[in-house]
């Protein structure tokens, strides 16, 4: 099973991210990630195949930046357990950031009606076509909350998202379908989080 965090509010967000997964690992998972502002106005991704312990040793120099991000443990499914397919993974501009429990069963439909109209893949995971299809979306004028919810009623399974955008800084989006495992939210003061499982 994968894991999944989110966090916003005041605080660092990577540390509480990487805690959080911390927390997650006895889930299993072979590759971590997060997502976090960057000081140019984008998102930075930060992956590393392997433990937890291999993506914050490569963190240790690196100055991270936000109240904000999204964070992820995989347990491959479509895909071999690389850098580049681990998550968080991104739409084509680097605008959107998604991380993912499930399996998107029409991926190979939406993966070439993407493809077909100029979007550009980097994985082998059936995750990616999310954040593509949350900028197919966006492209069009919709706000995030309302691109992240047109993508969730085209993918078809069990599904648990969050999703964050450097054009809506202030907010994640989250959203369940079918049996893909939990999506907690928990309220804090000046703060929300929100987490595959309660640890």
Same mark, same amino acid.
């Given at each position: 099973?994968?894991?999944?965090?989110?966090?916003?509010? $005041?605080?660092?967000?990577?540390?509480?991210?990487?805690?959080?997964?911390?927390?997650?690992?006895?889930?299993?998972? $072979?590759?971590?990630?997060?997502?976090?502002?960057?000081?140019?106005?984008?998102?930075?991704?930060?992956?590393?195949?392997?433990?937890?312990? *291999?993506?914050?040793?490569?963190?240790?120099?690196?100055?991270?930046?936000?109240?904000?991000?999204? *964070?992820?443990?995989?347990?491959?499914?479509?895909?071999?357990?690389?850098?580049?397919?681990?998550?968080?993974?991104? $739409?084509?501009?680097?605008?959107?950031?998604?991380?993912?429990?499930?399996?998107?069963?029409?991926?190979?439909?939406?993966?070439?009606?993407?493809?077909?109209?100029?979007?550009?893949?980097?994985?082998?995971?059936?995750?990616?076509?999310?954040?593509?299809?949350?900028?197919?979306?966006?492209?069009? *004028?919709?706000?995030?909350?309302?691109?992240?919810?047109?993508?969730?009623?085209?993918?078809? *399974?069990?599904?648990?998202?969050?999703?964050?955008?450097?054009?809506?800084?202030?907010?994640?989006?989250?959203?369940?379908?079918?049996?893909?495992?939990?999506?907690?939210?928990?309220?804090?003061?000046?703060?929300?989080?929100?987490?595959?499982?309660?640890?």
């Amino acid at each position: 099973m994968c894991g999944i965090v989110g966090y916003i509010g $005041d605080r660092p967000a990577a540390p509480i991210l990487l805690d959080g997964l911390a927390r997650l690992e006895y889930r299993g998972y $072979d590759s971590a990630g997060i997502a976090l502002p960057d000081l140019h106005g984008g998102i930075a991704i930060h992956k590393a195949p392997g433990k937890l312990s *291999g993506l914050i040793q490569s963190l240790a120099s690196v100055a991270l930046q936000g109240t904000s991000g999204i *964070g992820h443990t995989r347990w491959a499914t479509h895909g071999t357990p690389t850098m580049v397919n681990a998550h968080p993974h991104t $739409d084509c501009t680097g605008n959107v950031a998604i991380v993912h429990n499930g399996i998107v069963e029409n991926f190979v439909e939406l993966k070439r009606e993407l493809e077909d109209t100029g979007h550009q893949f980097t994985s082998e995971t059936d995750s990616e076509v999310i954040p593509h299809l949350v900028e197919s979306y966006l492209s069009q *004028g919709l706000s995030l909350q309302e691109a992240v919810r047109s993508a969730a009623l085209r993918i078809e *399974g069990a599904n648990a998202v969050v999703a964050a955008s450097q054009r809506d800084p202030e907010r994640i989006v989250a959203f369940r379908l079918g049996n893909a495992g939990g999506i907690v939210v928990g309220y804090g003061e000046n703060e929300m989080l929100l987490a595959s499982d309660l640890p």
